[in-house]
């Protein structure tokens, strides 16, 4: 956190304990991927920062006491006017709706509508005009972090398949022992597993201080496919039983289904890796 210690110790402490939960507040209705294209404004007003717009599709936003949130402070286009803030929920002028998701329940999505808020200056973090960066430089830890919590819903549901099919009877057999069967169990454990090694070399880069964005854009592209994939398999696996609302593998798919567009959808990561195999100057367009 790029911020006072002042502001440190107010939040991060309750937020230890369990008593303050935060939410990173990106998205615009016209704004996801290109975060340079952001326009919530704040307009300072002496000590103070009055904010106007919009956020939606705020993962946890419906729950959080307060929100990091980019905001532009220079009415310039591009990222060079966006500034970092931290955006107390409570306060007046804040609004809020939730999102009623197909998946991701427990996430409690939501927009927040933002009408002449008054903030004050020291809840700005870092620099004015240095958000961009502060933001870009999140994603690529937390999009992997996302890319295996991913693989961790096709986990849990191949094992679960796995298990019903030793117990399932057909044709005087288990259908474990039938290789259309057998067989896809072992295609998607074996995708599981590449995947999470390519998650576990992205944290190791990071670890090291080493460059890894195109390895974060990979898990990123890479790891939601497979889940829903994975998880797609082990609902046919169980036939009736798994498309029922008691089992938890509907859930599962229609969760991980989310992971293909959060923080990033699978053709930017695409861009991302691209750019990095090829080079800037040969992406198409202005980039």
Known sequence: MSQTQEMQQRYLPAMARGECFGCFAITESECGSDVSAIRTKAVREGDHYIINGEKTGVSGGM????????????PQPGFKGISMFVL???????????????????????TFFLDNVRLPLEYRIGEEGRGFYLTMGQFE????CLAIAALGLAQASLAEAIEYAKIR???????????????KIAEHATWIEAAKLLCYRTFWLADRGL???????????LCPVVAVNAIHASLLIHGHIGYSEEHPIEQ???DAIG?????????????????????????????
Do not use: Y
Request: some cysteine.
């Open 252 to 254: 599962r798919l229609r």
């Open 211 to 221: 460059k890894h964005n195109k390895e974060s854009a990979m898990c990123k592209w």
């Open 88 to 110: 107390p929920l409570d306060l007046p002028g804040v609004t809020r709706s939730r999102i009623p998701d197909m998946g991701f329940n427990q996430v409690s999505r939501g």
């Open 169 to 183: 009877p057909a044709f005087g057999r288990p259908i474990v022992q039938f290789e259309g069967v057998s067989f």
């Open 141 to 144: 830890v937390l999009r992997v």
């Open 63 to 74: 729950d959080a006491h307060i929100a990091v949130a980019p905001i532009r402070t220079n």
């Open 259 to 287: 992971f293909e567009m959060a923080d990033g959808t699978a053709d930017i990561m695409k861009v991302i890796i691209s750019r990095e195999l090829v080079g800037r100057e040969f992406l198409p367009g202005d980039r």
